[in-house]
């Protein structure tokens, strides 16, 4: 236990320093919680570490580790791992080597509270190798659904070694408590991407981006989908027959995510664009960077979350694509197609027709400070009821449901 002591108003006082660390393995988990780690951050009485392994690490995903270190955060440790996706065997492997390497980190370092977003696979080795070794989890971004990829069941795995939990809608918050979560742990507190991107600091806005404000453009952003069996091959030659059909705007890519098949996704992209004139590729964007590029494109095509709950906050449309976010809570905004170039060119000239209000479930007023404020409140009675860190599994009782 670390202690700061000095004269208050003449009187004694101890402050209880909080060890706190941030576990993430991609842009997009950390992009989401950044503004709500610098409240920490500036917080006398944390000690904020980022943990960073996967693809964060990896050159041929842009060495993204440089975004959290232009941030000034400190970086506790940075454990490389083999991020090969032609295979599920390959990430089973990954997963095994992070489980490995933070099940010793953990045991030489301890923290007061861990805290992990979502449901990334290198996210589930290190929550294992942390709940383990008995650190409290705060798990953020519990209770949602996406059928199509295996971030569906790493994510409620998550849920069942944490102790704490911050949601992004009410329904999500019951979904928790129907794992058997106690409602007194599980807040409701809204998705910190959804505020973020009304925050856009140009600063970290590259010229190349800024440049393409004045231009016809649609952002692409495209992941496998793992569960479902749909051909990644398949998928994006699809969606690059759409691309080619749409002939008065111009697309911009942003590199796949380290998931199965990802590379076949990404040779296809890369391929495409260095053989067009008009088409841009960027692999490795700051999240202002992101948020603005797509703040200023005429729509978002593809699968990722940020288009459920990151581009509604940004007034622009998504086309999504296929089964991976099947499951999720979505605004007015979101067209749900299949995989198919037709249906992707008619989505696209939709969203240049529409004017109806976009309206996002995702947000939250000012999200990131209950973030802060309710993670002082957890530290604060894992400190004063070790108790605390004990579940127990919460029944409904037969009343609630029927079977």
Do not use: W
Not at 162 to 174: D, L
């Amino acid at each position: 236990m670390i202690k700061s002591c000095g004269n208050l108003n003449d009187k004694l006082y101890c402050r209880k320093v909080y060890k706190v660390a941030f576990a993430t393995g991609s842009r997009a988990d950390y992009g989401i919680v950044r503004h709500y780690l610098e409240l920490l951050k500036n917080d006398v009485r944390i000690d904020l570490e980022i943990l960073v392994t996967g693809a964060l690490l990896s050159n041929e995903y842009g060495h993204q580790v440089d975004l959290i270190y232009d941030d000034h955060f400190r970086i506790g440790v940075e454990i490389a791992v083999d991020i090969e996706s032609s295979c599920n065997a390959n990430v089973i492997h990954s997963m095994a080597e992070v489980l490995d390497r933070f099940g010793g980190f953990f045991e030489k370092k301890r923290y007061d509270l861990l805290i992990i977003l979502g449901d990334r696979y290198e996210m589930f080795s290190v929550a294992t190798a942390a709940a383990i070794q008995r650190i409290p989890l705060l798990h953020i971004h519990g209770g949602e659904a996406t059928y199509g990829n295996y971030d569906e069941f790493i994510r409620h795995s998550i849920t069942k070694m944490s102790i704490f939990h911050f949601t992004a809608t009410e329904e999500y918050r019951k979904r928790v408590i129907q794992l058997g979560e106690e409602p007194n742990r599980v807040f409701y507190l809204g998705a910190l991407g959804a505020e973020n991107c009304r925050e856009i600091d140009e600063r970290n806005v590259p010229l190349c981006i800024k440049e393409l404000r004045n231009k016809k453009y649609y952002v692409v952003l495209f992941h496998p989908e793992t569960l479902t069996g749909a051909s990644a091959l398949s998928q994006v030659e699809e969606i690059l027959m759409a691309v080619k059909t749409i002939d008065d705007a111009f697309p911009v890519f942003i590199g796949s995510n380290a998931d199965t098949h990802s590379d076949v996704i990404r040779n296809k992209i890369h391929e495409f664009t260095n053989s067009s004139a008009n088409a841009c590729y960027y692999e490795n964007l700051h999240t202002d960077a992101y948020h603005y590029l797509l703040k200023n494109a005429i729509c978002l095509i593809g699968n990722s979350s940020s288009g459920i709950i990151e581009a509604p906050s940004l007034g622009i449309y998504t086309v999504n694509i296929g089964e991976r976010q099947s499951g999720r809570i979505r605004g007015n905004s979101v067209i749900d197609i299949e995989c198919e170039a037709k249906q992707i060119v008619n989505a696209y000239n939709y969203t240049k027709q529409n004017t109806e209000k976009i309206i996002n479930p995702y947000y939250v007023e000012k999200s990131r400070y209950k973030y802060y404020r309710k993670t002082m409140e957890i530290l604060q009675l894992i400190n004063t009821s070790p108790q605390s860190m004990l579940k127990t599994f919460y029944d409904f009782g037969y009343s609630d449901y029927s079977l």
